[in-house]
């Protein structure tokens, strides 16, 4: 039964069939039609293009038979040399696109195409590789929203961004894209892809160090020194928070604490509580409060309420994690955050020589 | 118009021409699966995430924040991925996770919404931690906490990358990498000192206590003496008292002239009622800070207090420093019918406070 089913089918009409869907979703196919055996080199689709279907743009249509391509044609990894009215019709190849990863980006890259002298109605098409130069695998096309995918997408030059280019997102990080750009004026005009361009994304960056005034490596300790019923002490070594990252939303630097406040296990764990004030008017109290931001570029760094008050103004060190700084949702190169301690303690603030609290710090980048 | 009208195939049989076809059809296939399958194509949906541990050092235990904010909903599993050179326990249940104290959104600075679904990690696959989660809301900050018992930071060195993915899509819906830096052990750290030196105030409102002329009926109060005392001593303070006359027991209001005392009712501590039995007697009361008055003192009444003596005896206490802390001291006397007359009855009492540093 099975056997006679076979005997009833056209295979001629399937595999004829397959080879035009093969040809449709191949992405670079120059070879011709072809079965095991053999191979179409040459062959014409005959009169096609009129003024409804053929070729044609705002400024050109086309009337003839397009064909009489020849892959076999002399050519090198970037051009060909054909003839035929075809040729006269397709688009310029446009030079290589230029691609570059303008701020050591991860997961984006710049890409500026060339028009090729085409008009402005003409299209182009970009491709897309990363697994080899000569766009044999991991290939895709730049879709309208400026990422990747499978999608053959024909834009004008503008739309491209024109000479200012477009960023290419939703990249991998640390990976070299290859990129070749083909030009068009409508049906059978689509040039030869251009010269590929290329950058690479590097991966994603955080580096953190930690200082202060008189502490260039650890174990980093900061005293506050005496404090004095009724005044605000301030201790004399800041500390200073150096951050790095190419993360797109930038950089963020927390700290916190581990007692709340400073604590004096001799006097009875008492804690001199720590709270966003003013310690002028405070009877007692501890803190921190910025001092200055910097940044070699990227950024600028910029001190987080209640960390960027004046005078006497203190941020909590309590040991919930709290935002001291950020780099403006911008990535930074050597942000630096620095910061002094304050505190005051009132007339019945026990006697200790061993107040203290352990303040850590932590950065991310918002990637 | 037949497009292949000149193609010229060879016979073949028909059970190779169906080989050729199921051969075609899984090469259509692969190409269009191909583009989904390549590993080269990250997720742009991704708008915001970011991987925030709790310490930065070398060898510390790992626990940290996982937040994302996307533009997909399909979301399911939540997939850690740290550095290779880290510590992972693959024991999935010593990966747990809260929801408390999140993060406030770095972009906006709106409150992080609890990561729904989340839950106690379902497995561990070298470096992959999976935890599970449920649809989330396009646009919404979400934030976990996790933590990882047995699991410790690797070497120091920054940018160990790793990854945040949801699951939900094919392979993955999201998947960020990320990066962080990791210091040498105690780098990330600052210990923070100061100190509160010792401080004592004291003070006496007067120093004399005249009472004038005893009788023999009623009790004789001087006016009160404030002690004031303020320290930061820890335990507290303690203040004492002791006169020049009479024994170490029993003091007394002396009379050179007369040669005569007038002697405490009852010996140290007892306190005494100089009304019922004529005497000399030292009354404490407590006042501001609200101090412990010492029972040998702490006379019930305006007639009653205790004895006076040569030693140094405790007047009051407080076991917490004070600020302006006071005790009153009144001297009260009540003489016999037989007390000698004499106008130079006296005693010089000496009150001293210390603070229990």
Known sequence: MRKLKFEKINWKFIISLNLILFLILSQNVFAGPQSTTYEIKDYTFGAGGNEQSGSDSTNYTLFGTVGELDYSKLNSSNYS???????????????????????SWYNKLKVTIDNGSNPSDATFLIQVASGSADFTQDTYFIQSDNTLGANQVWQTYTSWGGASGFTLIGLYPGTTYYVRVAAERGNFTQSEYSIGGSAATINPTLTLSLSTTSQPSPPFSVDIGNLTAGSVTTSTDKINITISTNATNGGLIYLFGTNNGLKSTTAGNYNISSSSTDLTSALEGYGARGTTVTQ????????????????????????????????????????????ELKAKAKSTTPQADDYSDILTIVATGSF | MNLFSKIKMVQIKKDKQALISLALNLTLLLLTLYPF?????????????????????????????????????????????????????????????????????????????????????????????????????????????????????????????????TQGGSPYTDSVNWATSVVASGADQITISASVS????????????????????????GAAITQTVSTNARNGWTSWIKGTQGTSTIGALNSTAASADISAPAAYPTVSDANATPGYVIDVNTGTGSPTVATAYNGTDTNSGGASTTLFRQTATKTTPGAGDTIDIVARAKISSTQAAATDYTDTLTVVAAGSF
């Open chain 1, 81 to 103: 040399l054909g003839g035929g009215l075809s040729y006269t019709l397709k688009a310029n190849v446009p030079a290589a696109p230029t691609v570059t990863n303008v701020s």
């Open chain 1, 296 to 339: 070699t570029s990227g950024g600028p760094m910029q001190l987080i309420s209640p960390y960027n008050g004046a005078s006497q103004n203190v941020g909590v060190i309590d040991t919930a994690k709290r935002t001291l700084a950020d780099s403006t949702q911008t990535p930074v190169t050597n942000g630096q955050v620095s910061f």
């Open chain 2, 37 to 165: 399958l390549s590993p080269k194509k990250a997720n742009a949906t991704v708008t915001e995430s970011f991987v925030r541990f709790d310490r930065h050092a070398t060898g510390a235990a790992i626990s940290g924040t996982a937040c994302l904010k996307s533009t997909l909903t399909t979301q399911t599993n939540v997939v850690l991925v740290f550095p290779l050179d880290w510590t992972i326990s693959s024991t999935a249940s010593n990966w747990t996770v809260t929801t408390t104290n999140l993060p406030t959104d770095p972009v906006g600075g709106g409150a992080a919404t609890a990561w729904p679904g989340i839950g106690t990690a379902t497995s561990v696959t070298g470096v992959n931690v999976q935890f599970p989660g449920t649809a989330l809301a396009a646009g919404t900050f979400y934030c976990f906490n996790f933590t990882g018992a047995s699991s410790t930071i690797g070497a120091a060195g920054n940018d160990k990358v790793g990854q945040l993915k």
């Open chain 2, 198 to 221: 010792a401080t004592m105030t004291f003070s006496l409102s007067g120093t004399t206590i005249a009472l004038s002329t005893l009788n023999t009926s009623t009790v004789v109060s």
